[in-house]
């Protein structure tokens, strides 16, 4: 007894240190130990068993992440990002457009409460801005829009269309850099006019990529001018100041034209000071960013509308994109950390590694910070093609809307839409699958790329009325979230057993438990009302049924919970 009590010490929870090995207590003066247990055994006499019984009862688990307790209306919206292109073509010449995309938007939200619609209130446009490419992030003119997608009154009517059912719409801003046949950098290379607006060399430089191993620096003549991602984008010259004037210009134009903000790409390599680090996260970069979010702010709030929502891409560890936030800096920054530890959590069955990278957000960003949690975006192997469309999917929903942050769907997620074939972006990037017709429902002439996912199942029509579909469980999900407190602003303390995760959400007096199981075999939680509180009065709020305790959670499978 007197060893079980000195083990019954060691107790641990998750968002706690590491455990640590075996070895330090077998290497410890074990005569010393035992004369210890003995005193304390002397002197706890009759009552060591009540004592060992205390110590050895489960305590709460410790506070992974906080509130929010001032939320603005990004932290409780849910994000659907769009690659118009790809979404819904009107005219049958195979590419999407704006009057498609406007066609589709009672899909996404009709601004009506129940309904079969996917419930989301926030629409991130890929880059619908001139540009010479089919994925528009070398753009040519960042006051037009692409002839491909339509007209300004098209993209006017898309976004009068969008706040009438109270979705907001942000677009993706290319700041970085232009495309080379963009009239700027033309004059720029000729050295006609705006020969400061990029970045020039009259000698060789050997710069190498700090992402890669491609040079940064590319020939023009007899110079050399800096493009970080290749040479049809050079980078503009945020050092001369009417580059500066002319971006916040572009950008709030397009905020008087009605969008409610900006998905801000590549945001670490604006300001390069050298070669290596001085390609990526300079404190002129954001130092810049800071600036620059703040005269958007003002320019909302002077027009008497809500705070523009400017979430960047920070393709970084936590302790990196936490550097674009506060200050006046960008309000979001994309969770990479966090969409790369619920994949790996779900292909090994255990939440781990989950636990580590959530535990340590709030160490790392202000009080309050935005974060936008996703499970892949256009740049990424879709999820379901990872978790090769099986139970897993269903898990990774489930977690994508039980954890804190504002989370974001790509298109076609919802319906487990796969990767084309090949390696390229393209294939992450295929026509939305509406139904199981020629050109799946997205077009009635040639797609500008071919469907790859059977439609017969992988279809808007063959899941919109399947109560079981995965469509229906991103329905029930986004409905669940929008209506709790808890699910959106609320705390987050997890518990973790073997291949049991516990996702415990609370606001208030609202309590919410998510428990997963990421495991082969059923399990039954073992949480004690000391951990999770009263476990009466549970219900089950997928089917808003009462339960009289605890579930079996069948394998790769979870249960939404209410908590008195």
């Given at each position: 007894?007197k060893?079980?009590?000195?083990?019954?010490?060691?107790?641990?929870?998750?968002?706690?240190?590491?455990?640590?090995?075996?070895?330090?207590?077998?290497?410890?003066?074990?005569?010393?130990?035992?004369?210890?247990?003995?005193?304390v055994?002397?002197?706890?006499?009759?009552?060591?068993?009540?004592?060992?019984?205390?110590?050895?009862?489960p305590?709460?688990?410790?506070?992974?992440?906080?509130?929010?307790?001032?939320?603005?209306?990004?932290?409780?919206a849910v994000?659907?990002?769009i690659?118009?292109?790809?979404?819904?073509?009107?005219?049958?010449?195979?590419?999407?457009?704006?009057?498609?995309?406007?066609?589709?938007?009672?899909?996404?939200?009709?601004?009506?409460?129940?309904?079969?619609?996917?419930?989301?209130?926030?629409?991130?446009?890929?880059?619908?801005?001139?540009?010479?490419?089919?994925?528009?992030?070398?753009?040519?003119d960042y006051?037009k829009?692409?002839?491909?997608y339509?007209?300004d009154?098209?993209?006017?009517?898309?976004?009068?269309?969008?706040?009438a059912?109270?979705?907001?719409?942000?677009?993706?801003?290319?700041?970085?850099?232009?495309?080379?046949?963009?009239p700027w950098?033309q004059?720029?290379?000729?050295?006609?006019?705006?020969?400061?607006?990029?970045v020039?060399?009259?000698?060789?430089?050997?710069?190498?990529?700090?992402?890669?191993?491609?040079?940064?620096?590319?020939?023009?003549g007899?110079?050399?001018?800096?493009?970080?991602?290749?040479?049809?984008?050079?980078?503009?010259?945020y050092a001369?100041?009417?580059v500066?004037?002319?971006?916040?210009?572009?950008?709030q134009?397009?905020?008087d034209r009605?969008?409610?903000?900006?998905?801000?790409?590549?945001?670490?390599?604006?300001v390069?000071?050298?070669?290596?680090?001085?390609q990526?996260?300079t404190?002129?970069?954001?130092?810049?960013?800071?600036?620059?979010?703040?005269?958007?702010?003002?320019?909302?709030?002077?027009?008497g509308?809500?705070?523009?929502?400017?979430v960047?891409e920070?393709?970084?560890?936590?302790?990196?994109?936490?550097?674009?936030?506060?200050?006046?800096?960008?309000?979001?920054?994309?969770?990479f950390?966090?969409?790369?530890a619920?994949?790996?959590?779900?292909?090994?069955g255990d939440?781990?590694?989950?636990a580590?990278?959530?535990?340590?957000?709030?160490?790392?960003?202000?009080?309050?910070?935005?974060?936008?949690?996703?499970?892949?975006n256009?740049?990424m192997?879709?999820?379901a093609?990872?978790?090769a469309?099986?139970?897993?999917?269903?898990?990774?929903?489930?977690?994508?809307?039980?954890?804190?942050?504002?989370?974001?769907?790509?298109?076609?997620?919802?319906?487990?839409?796969?990767n084309?074939?090949?390696?390229?972006?393209?294939?992450?990037?295929?026509?939305?699958?509406?139904?199981?017709?020629?050109?799946?429902?997205?077009?009635?002439?040639?797609?500008?790329?071919a469907?790859?996912?059977?439609?017969?199942?992988v279809?808007?029509?063959?899941?919109?009325?399947?109560?079981?579909?995965?469509?229906?469980?991103?329905?029930?999900?986004?409905?669940?979230?929008?209506?709790?407190?808890?699910?959106?602003?609320g705390?987050?303390?997890?518990l973790?057993?073997?291949?049991?995760l516990?996702?415990?959400?609370?606001?208030?007096?609202?309590?919410?438990?998510?428990?997963?199981?990421?495991?082969?075999?059923?399990?039954?939680?073992?949480?004690?009302?000391?951990?999770?509180?009263?476990?009466?009065?549970?219900?089950?709020?997928?089917?808003?049924?009462p339960?009289?305790?605890?579930?079996?959670i069948?394998p790769?499978?979870?249960r939404?919970?209410?908590?008195?």
């Open positions: 007894m060893r079980g009590f000195l083990a019954a010490l060691f107790v641990l929870t998750a968002c706690t240190a590491p455990q640590q090995s075996d070895d330090s207590l077998n290497q410890a003066d074990v005569s010393g130990v035992d004369a210890v247990v003995s005193d055994a002397n002197a706890l006499d009759a009552g060591l068993d009540a004592a060992t019984d205390a110590v050895s009862t305590t709460p688990p410790a506070l992974c992440r906080a509130g929010i307790a001032q939320p603005t209306w990004f932290h409780r994000g659907y990002e690659f118009v292109r790809s979404f819904q073509d009107s005219d049958g010449d195979g590419i999407g457009d704006f009057k498609g995309l406007t066609s589709r938007l009672d899909y996404l939200n009709d601004g009506k409460p129940g309904g079969d619609d996917l419930g989301v209130d926030l629409i991130w446009l890929m880059p619908i801005h001139d540009s010479p490419s089919y994925h528009g992030y070398d753009v040519r006051r829009l692409n002839p491909d339509g007209t009154a098209d993209f006017d009517a898309f976004v009068q269309a969008a706040h059912r109270g979705i907001r719409v942000v677009l993706d801003l290319v700041l970085n850099h232009s495309s080379s046949k963009h950098f004059a720029s290379a000729a050295g006609t006019d705006k020969s400061d607006w990029y020039w060399s009259d000698v060789a430089m050997n710069w190498k990529q700090p992402f890669g191993n491609s040079p940064s620096w590319h020939t023009s007899k110079r050399w001018f800096y493009g970080v991602f290749s040479a049809g984008m050079p980078d503009l010259n001369t100041p009417a500066t004037a002319e971006m916040t210009d572009v950008a134009t397009w905020l009605g969008v409610d903000g900006y998905r801000l790409d590549a945001v670490r390599y604006l390069e000071t050298g070669a290596g680090a001085g990526k996260d404190p002129e970069t954001i130092a810049w960013w800071q600036k620059w979010a703040t005269q958007l702010r003002k320019h909302q709030l002077n027009a509308k809500v705070e523009p929502l400017l960047g920070a393709w970084a560890a936590n302790a990196i994109a936490a550097k674009y936030h506060g200050n006046g800096g960008l309000n979001m920054t994309f969770d950390d966090l969409a790369s619920v994949l790996t959590s779900l292909q090994a939440a781990q590694m989950l580590q990278v959530l535990c340590a957000e709030d160490s790392v960003f202000p009080a309050d910070a935005a974060r936008g949690t996703f499970l892949t256009h740049d192997v879709r999820i093609t990872q978790l469309n099986g139970p897993d999917s269903r898990l990774a929903a489930a977690l994508l809307f039980a954890l804190p942050g504002t989370p974001w769907v790509y298109y076609g997620e919802e319906i487990g839409l796969l084309g074939a090949g390696g390229g972006d393209e294939a992450k990037r295929q026509p939305m699958q509406w139904s199981a017709d020629a050109g799946v429902g997205f077009t009635t002439g040639v797609p500008w790329q469907a790859n996912t059977d439609a017969t199942t279809s808007v029509a063959a899941q919109q009325t399947q109560t079981t579909s995965l469509l229906a469980l991103y329905r029930q999900l986004i409905a669940l979230r929008k209506n709790s407190d808890a699910l959106t602003i705390e987050t303390r997890l973790i057993d073997g291949n049991l516990g996702v415990l959400r609370s606001a208030g007096t609202e309590r919410v438990l998510v428990a997963l199981n990421l495991g082969d075999a059923p399990v039954t939680p073992p949480w004690t009302a000391t951990q999770v509180g009263a476990l009466t009065g549970l219900q089950d709020l997928r089917t808003g049924q339960v009289p305790a605890l579930p079996v069948p790769h499978d979870f939404i919970l209410k908590l008195q």
